[in-house]
């Protein structure tokens, strides 16, 4: 089974930037999608972005042009860079990815997440 480890959240300042990281790790196979999910307290787990092999990107109504969502296919890893952050990016972000099984069949894998913290 694949292993999501994430990287990059921290406490920044409206309109700051940061780059979060996730590593795939294990029985990797194919991974489609790949992306982030947040969940701020009192909220329900929401998707940020996703990107598919095929070079589709899906983006949350609310990223409005400030995210980018990337992947370097060769170190399994998916990129989240996020700009000018709002106090409202507050929340814990996930990264995610689909397991597509030899058969076909799918997996969900989740990361432990990452605290982003954005300061008024």
């Known amino acids: 089974q694949v292993q999501l480890v994430e990287s990059g959240g921290g406490l920044v300042q409206d309109g700051g930037s940061l780059r979060l990281s996730c590593a795939a790790s294990?029985?990797?196979?194919?991974?489609?999608?790949m992306g982030w999910y947040r969940q701020a307290p009192g909220k329900q787990r929401e998707l940020v972005a996703a990107?598919?092999?095929?070079?589709?990107?899906n983006y949350g109504d609310f990223v409005k042009g400030r995210f980018t969502i990337s992947r370097d296919n060769a170190k399994n890893t998916v990129y989240l860079q996020m700009n000018s952050l709002k106090p409202e990016d507050t929340a814990v972000y996930y990264c995610?990815?689909?397991?597509?099984?030899?058969?076909?069949?799918?997996?969900?894998?989740w990361g432990q997440g990452t605290l982003v913290t954005v300061s008024s």
């Open positions: 995610h990815a689909r397991q597509i099984g030899p058969s076909g069949g799918t997996l969900d894998a």
């Open positions: 294990g029985t990797i196979g194919r991974l489609n999608p």
């Open positions: 990107i598919f092999s095929g070079g589709y990107n």
